[in-house]
């Protein structure tokens, strides 16, 4: 059971250039989530889906485009890197059930905008 | 909206010493709550969590108990070990599923 995986673990992107994060979960969550972590912040959410086919904004979504096109995968699209969006990104996963609310992480993407 | 509230950090402590870190919440229901570690390079991982009030939740020698009158889930634990050190996160849960934490605060245990 792998859990949460991302990829890559590790970028550097020009001003401009367009990169996607992948993001898969072999449990079988209907809610899947981005965050990024800029340093001394916690976690801002960027996107979440509620299942496949649905995705919606959280609190920094610009710059920012994600799909779900099936329950495992949750893909996250910057169209034109910009250096305000260096950070480390995590992908989440969780099952829909109120008393199952533990959500597991992936180990996160260091992206570094030059 | 929902908000959570750390204390600042870096925290520094020594081995086997007393440790707190507070955390408050701000909410309009009844959200269920999270502390959260990450390791140095590794992702957040879940220490325990606690879904109603004057619950406690523990684990590795951790515990924080849910106090809705103070709207408090402080961290403790009795004697930390250098394995300890870490970034730890509050975080609640509520209606949407989406979590919403704290911004974390540094532990550094000195042997």
């Known amino acids: 059971n792998a859990g949460v995986t991302q990829t890559p673990k590790f970028r550097i992107l020009k001003i401009g250039q367009s990169m996607t994060l992948q993001c898969t979960q072999d449990?079988?969550?209907?809610?899947m989530y981005w965050y990024r972590q800029d340093p001394g912040m916690g976690l801002k959410l960027i996107y979440y889906?509620?299942?496949?086919?649905?995705?919606d904004k959280g609190e920094v979504p610009n710059g920012y485009n994600v799909s779900r096109s099936t329950t495992e995968d949750f893909p996250l699209r910057l169209e034109l890197a910009a250096p305000s969006q260096t950070s480390v990104y995590f992908c989440a996963s969780n099952f829909e059930q109120p008393l199952t609310r533990r959500t597991f992480f992936g180990q996160g993407t260091r992206l570094t905008v030059v | 909206g929902d908000s959570v509230t750390q204390m600042e950090g870096p925290v520094t402590l020594s081995e086997e010493a007393f440790l707190t870190i507070n955390c408050t919440y701000t909410?309009?229901?009844?959200?269920?709550l999270f502390w959260y570690v990450q390791y140095p390079g590794e992702g957040l991982q879940l220490l325990l969590k606690a879904t109603k009030a004057d619950d406690k939740g523990s684990n590795k020698g951790f515990e924080a108990t849910y106090r809705k009158e103070t709207t408090s889930f402080h961290l403790e634990k009795g004697s930390v070990q250098v394995s300890d050190s870490a970034v730890y996160f509050c975080?609640?849960?509520?209606?949407?599923?989406?979590?919403?934490f704290g911004q974390g605060t540094r532990l550094t245990i000195n042997p």
């Open positions: 889906s509620v299942g496949a086919g649905i995705t």
């Open positions: 975080a609640l849960i509520q209606g949407a599923q989406k979590l919403v």
């Open positions: 909410a309009t229901g009844y959200p269920s």
């Open positions: 449990m079988n969550h209907n809610y």
